[in-house]
């Protein structure tokens, strides 16, 4: 069943076009990613779907309700974390989460909360001694306790170490393991790789592409390389393999260019052939490629 | 709602300017008060309007607009609770404010200083809503038109200077050119001392001056409310 359904949602600031035509719809109980550079209309888009800004077009269905007409109802159902927000400097960290729990009819209990996100012992540290991990922990603690069906977390781990990005990862997965539908804002390939089971691809207001992380690698159809060392046995004749488009050979290094799964095909007919190699590796393909060949340019270029 | 206006009445608590808006009419206070006559009818009305102004265009705003640039109206727009709640706590909250800065200062004034206290409880209630009422308008249009916190608090001290020293209460509106104490008696601040000037000399403020408080209270929200943005 979808949670979520947008069609054809414009919204424009002035004379900027921000979202020209953005549909998709969202599962129950998935991780949907909404993956884009800098500026592509990413908050606009979910804040409309939370019912915090109004779109100038199309239509939008939030658990069955309508985010501008029935959003007193959606409200209950919904927790959100913003991109651009803060708390006020002296609020303790405890009376944060119980304020937040007392906005909701069935809210969680706000002291598992604390322990689940590492924040028991900063129970009476106010916000604004709070680290950028722990502001950040507590944003998402704030958008859980009102034990809603869908999430929206705005550039979840913005501000966060390698290490406390990770630990939020785990503490994601168990959140859409309770039940939870989670949408995920975000600008970082290896965050969207790890999480979503479904992302859709922003650029420049519209969506370019939405599948699996894994669907939207395999989708592109650029060439790759794969490289090794000749250790035994005679060099076998790969140029005419499915999907290998060139073999260069340097002494014992051999470079073999392809498009789709040529590794496979070559790996095999080396064994067959008994051709020992050493140092094989094949690059991998990323969201980043992914993301140039959707779009004809580099995801670190638009930033 | 409760622990809405419990949370926000801890955080007030912890404002360091929420003391400042007690501490320093009560300073003043106790400093020109160890020289006036028992029985005086000029230094509580003046106390009192320094703490009234303080709370309106200095506390109210700053808050108010600190609380929209951190997107905390925000935030709860996206909960089951309407962010004008959150408004309505903070306007309730500053106004206890006031009544408490008021009211330490009567005691004070009343008790130690030995100052003269009206007895006139009526007019004195109408008065303190009305001036209480035209300042927080204008706290509240600050709050609307300023970008940010530190913006608010800058144009609130801004203001506050001219608007005290028309009110006569930097000094006694006899030692000011005529032509500005004539109008600094029709400034929401003048209005309001020179009518608890009134209560204290044991008449009745004038009808004239409550209105003027009147039409500036509902005037400047009227245009504080178009101007409010939420984000
Ligand atoms: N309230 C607003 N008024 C005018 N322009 C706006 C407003 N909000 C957003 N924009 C513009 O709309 C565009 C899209 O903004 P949005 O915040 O949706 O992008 P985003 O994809 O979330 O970017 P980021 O990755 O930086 O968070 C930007 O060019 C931004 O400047
Ligand atoms: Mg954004």
Same mark, same amino acid.
């Given at each position: 069943m979808a949670v979520i359904e947008v069609t054809d949602l414009r919204k424009r600031y002035a004379d900027l076009t921000v979202l020209d035509g953005v549909s998709f719809s969202v599962e129950e109980g998935e991780i949907f990613g909404i993956l884009g550079p800098n500026g592509t209309g990413k908050t606009t888009t979910v804040e409309c779907v939370e019912g915090l800004r109004r779109p100038d077009g199309g239509s939008i269905k939030v658990l069955g309700l309508d985010p501008v007409k029935d959003g007193r109802k959606l409200r209950e159902q919904i927790g959100v974390q913003l991109q651009h927000t803060q708390l006020p400097e002296n609020i303790k960290v405890w009376e944060a989460l119980d304020l937040y729990a007392s906005f909701y009819a069935n809210p969680r209990n706000w002291r598992e909360l604390l322990e689940e996100w590492g924040l028991a012992d900063k129970r009476n540290a106010r916000f604004g001694k709070l680290s950028g991990g722990q502001k950040q922990r507590l944003f998402i603690a704030l958008a859980l306790v009102g034990n809603p069906r869908v999430a929206f977390l705005d550039e979840l781990t913005a501000g966060l170490d390698p290490q406390a990005r990770r630990t939020t990862w785990e503490l994601i997965k168990q959140v859409r393991a309770s039940g939870v539908t989670v949408v995920l804002v975000s600008h970082f390939m290896d965050e969207v790789e790890e999480l979503c089971d479904r992302v859709a691809v922003f650029d420049r207001g519209t969506i370019v592409a939405i599948d699996t992380p894994a669907g939207l690698v395999d989708g592109i159809d650029a060439e790759h390389q794969m490289r090794f060392t000749l250790m035994a046995g005679d060099m076998v004749e790969l140029g005419g393999l499915p999907g290998v488009t060139g073999v260069t050979r340097t002494g014992n290094r051999v470079v073999v260019t392809g498009r789709g799964d040529f590794a496979t095909a070559v790996t095999a007919e080396l064994a067959r052939h008994h051709v020992l190699v050493s140092d094989l590796r094949i690059d991998k393909r990323t969201l980043d490629d992914a993301f140039v060949a959707l779009t004809g340019r580099s995801f670190d270029s638009t930033h | 709602m409760t622990k809405l206006a419990v949370v926000e009445l801890k955080?007030? =608590?912890?404002?360091? &300017?929420? @003391?400042?808006?007690?501490?320093?009419? #009560?300073? @003043?206070?106790? !400093?020109? /008060?160890?020289?006036?006559?028992p029985g005086d %009818?000029?230094?509580?009305? *003046?106390? #009192?309007?320094? +703490? !009234?102004?303080?709370? &309106?265009?200095? *506390?109210?705003? $700053?808050? *108010?607009?600190?609380?929209?640039?951190?997107?905390?109206?925000?935030?709860?727009?996206? $909960?089951?609770?309407?962010?004008?709640?959150?408004?309505?706590?903070?306007? @309730?909250?500053?106004?206890?404010?006031?009544? $408490?800065?008021? /009211?330490?200062? #009567?005691?004070?004034?009343? =008790?130690?200083? /030995?100052?003269?206290?009206? %007895?006139?409880?009526?007019? &004195?209630? #109408? %008065?303190?809503?009305?001036? %209480?009422?035209?300042?927080?308008?204008?706290?509240?249009? @600050?709050?609307?038109?300023?970008?940010?916190?530190? +913006?608010?608090?800058?144009?609130?001290?801004?203001?506050?200077?001219? *608007?005290?020293?028309?009110? /006569?209460?930097?000094?006694? $509106?006899?030692?000011?050119?005529d032509i500005l104490a004539r109008i600094g008696e029709y400034t929401p601040l003048g209005a309001f001392r020179q009518s608890l000037r009134d209560v204290w000399a044991g008449g009745a403020p004038s009808p004239l001056l409550l209105g003027v408080m009147a039409a500036y209270a509902v005037v400047i929200s009227i245009a504080a409310a178009r101007f409010f943005r939420w984000e």
């Amino acid at each position: 069943m979808a949670v979520i359904e947008v069609t054809d949602l414009r919204k424009r600031y002035a004379d900027l076009t921000v979202l020209d035509g953005v549909s998709f719809s969202v599962e129950e109980g998935e991780i949907f990613g909404i993956l884009g550079p800098n500026g592509t209309g990413k908050t606009t888009t979910v804040e409309c779907v939370e019912g915090l800004r109004r779109p100038d077009g199309g239509s939008i269905k939030v658990l069955g309700l309508d985010p501008v007409k029935d959003g007193r109802k959606l409200r209950e159902q919904i927790g959100v974390q913003l991109q651009h927000t803060q708390l006020p400097e002296n609020i303790k960290v405890w009376e944060a989460l119980d304020l937040y729990a007392s906005f909701y009819a069935n809210p969680r209990n706000w002291r598992e909360l604390l322990e689940e996100w590492g924040l028991a012992d900063k129970r009476n540290a106010r916000f604004g001694k709070l680290s950028g991990g722990q502001k950040q922990r507590l944003f998402i603690a704030l958008a859980l306790v009102g034990n809603p069906r869908v999430a929206f977390l705005d550039e979840l781990t913005a501000g966060l170490d390698p290490q406390a990005r990770r630990t939020t990862w785990e503490l994601i997965k168990q959140v859409r393991a309770s039940g939870v539908t989670v949408v995920l804002v975000s600008h970082f390939m290896d965050e969207v790789e790890e999480l979503c089971d479904r992302v859709a691809v922003f650029d420049r207001g519209t969506i370019v592409a939405i599948d699996t992380p894994a669907g939207l690698v395999d989708g592109i159809d650029a060439e790759h390389q794969m490289r090794f060392t000749l250790m035994a046995g005679d060099m076998v004749e790969l140029g005419g393999l499915p999907g290998v488009t060139g073999v260069t050979r340097t002494g014992n290094r051999v470079v073999v260019t392809g498009r789709g799964d040529f590794a496979t095909a070559v790996t095999a007919e080396l064994a067959r052939h008994h051709v020992l190699v050493s140092d094989l590796r094949i690059d991998k393909r990323t969201l980043d490629d992914a993301f140039v060949a959707l779009t004809g340019r580099s995801f670190d270029s638009t930033h | 709602m409760t622990k809405l206006a419990v949370v926000e009445l801890k955080l007030l =608590t912890r404002e360091p &300017g929420a @003391i400042f808006s007690l501490l320093i009419p #009560l300073f @003043i206070l106790v !400093v020109f /008060g160890s020289s006036i006559e028992p029985g005086d %009818t000029v230094l509580l009305p *003046m106390a #009192l309007a320094i +703490a !009234v102004g303080l709370v &309106g265009l200095y *506390m109210l705003p $700053t808050t *108010m607009a600190t609380y929209r640039e951190r997107g905390i109206l925000r935030r709860l727009s996206t $909960t089951p609770v309407r962010p004008g709640n959150l408004l309505v706590v903070q306007l @309730i909250l500053q106004l206890v404010l006031a009544l $408490t800065a008021c /009211g330490l200062l #009567l005691a004070v004034g009343g =008790t130690v200083l /030995g100052a003269h206290l009206p %007895t006139g409880v009526l007019p &004195g209630v #109408l %008065t303190f809503l009305l001036g %209480t009422a035209a300042m927080f308008a204008v706290g509240l249009l @600050i709050a609307a038109l300023a970008p940010n916190g530190r +913006a608010a608090n800058g144009i609130g001290v801004l203001l506050y200077f001219p *608007m005290a020293y028309l009110a /006569g209460l930097m000094q006694p $509106t006899d030692q000011m050119p005529d032509i500005l104490a004539r109008i600094g008696e029709y400034t929401p601040l003048g209005a309001f001392r020179q009518s608890l000037r009134d209560v204290w000399a044991g008449g009745a403020p004038s009808p004239l001056l409550l209105g003027v408080m009147a039409a500036y209270a509902v005037v400047i929200s009227i245009a504080a409310a178009r101007f409010f943005r939420w984000e």
